[in-house]
């Protein structure tokens, strides 16, 4: 099936930048995601961008999809404490629309 | 208030007994889907269902069953044949695709982490 891949761990001080990357292996996908959890809940819709898309911005968010290396990245500006949370990049398979593919999840820590 | 609803919010089972999980939906979905999620591994698709009376099979769904015999309701059971149950569980759907902004979004259920004694 689809590999997507992310780093485990990100720490950064409040109102720095974070980057979180994402790699994924279908170059098929229509959709990539981002998806935020915070610690012991479900998973909350942050943002999407379609794939003939470079770069997509929702206030703080910021994604950029480099389809040639298949690789995707979220920015958040000024980063707050309450940004901390497991955050999943998320692909649909190519040919099944229902059926998604997560990364392992990016747990970003915010220090004060 | 619509949405997604997973009971109980902790479970514990002793080794060896089947125990089902709950989900229902509000949402009017028609589909709905299980992941198993465990440290550092990410999500991983157990069973999900585009239809009702209609299931597949995702990439880890020994050991484990589900019915879809009403719209708002997808329940999963984990039978002793699954060797290492204790995870956290979470359901979700998502919306018929003319009806999503974003193609097939998946509206999450607040989860069940299950543990094994």
């Known amino acids: 099936g689809e590999d997507v891949e992310q780093s485990l761990f990100l720490s950064v001080r409040e109102g720095d930048s974070s980057v979180i990357n994402c790699t994924y292996t279908?170059?098929?996908?229509?959709?990539l995601y981002w998806y935020k959890q915070e610690p012991g809940a479900g998973l909350q819709l942050l943002t999407y961008?379609?794939?003939?898309?470079d770069m997509k911005q929702d206030q703080r968010l910021t994604v950029l999809l480099n389809k040639k290396d298949k690789h995707l990245s979220l920015r958040i500006a000024d980063t707050q404490t309450g940004d901390s949370a497991i955050y999943f990049c998320?692909?649909?398979?190519?040919?099944?629309?229902?059926?998604?593919?997560f990364g392992s999840g990016t747990k970003l820590n915010v220090k004060p | 208030d619509g949405g997604i609803t997973q009971s109980p919010k902790y479970l514990f089972r002793k080794e060896g007994q089947n125990v089902t999980l709950s989900c229902e939906q509000n949402?009017?979905?028609?589909?709905m889907y299980w992941y198993r999620q465990d440290p550092g591994q990410g999500l991983r698709l157990i069973y999900y269902?585009?239809?009702?009376?209609?299931?597949q099979k995702g990439d880890i769904a020994e050991g484990y069953s589900v019915s879809r015999e009403k719209k708002e309701s997808f329940p999963l059971t984990v039978t002793s044949a699954q060797k290492n149950p204790t995870a956290f569980y979470l359901c979700?759907?998502?919306?018929?695709?003319?009806?999503?902004?974003?193609?097939?979004?998946?509206?999450f259920g607040p989860g069940t982490r299950l543990t094994v004694l």
């Open positions: 961008i379609f794939s003939n898309m």
């Open positions: 998320a692909e649909t398979g190519a040919y099944n629309f229902n059926k998604f593919y």
């Open positions: 949402l009017n979905h028609d589909a």
């Open positions: 269902s585009q239809i009702v009376n209609d299931f």
């Open positions: 979700a759907s998502s919306p018929p695709l003319q009806d999503s902004l974003v193609r097939n979004e998946q509206f």
């Open positions: 279908d170059s098929s996908s229509t959709y």
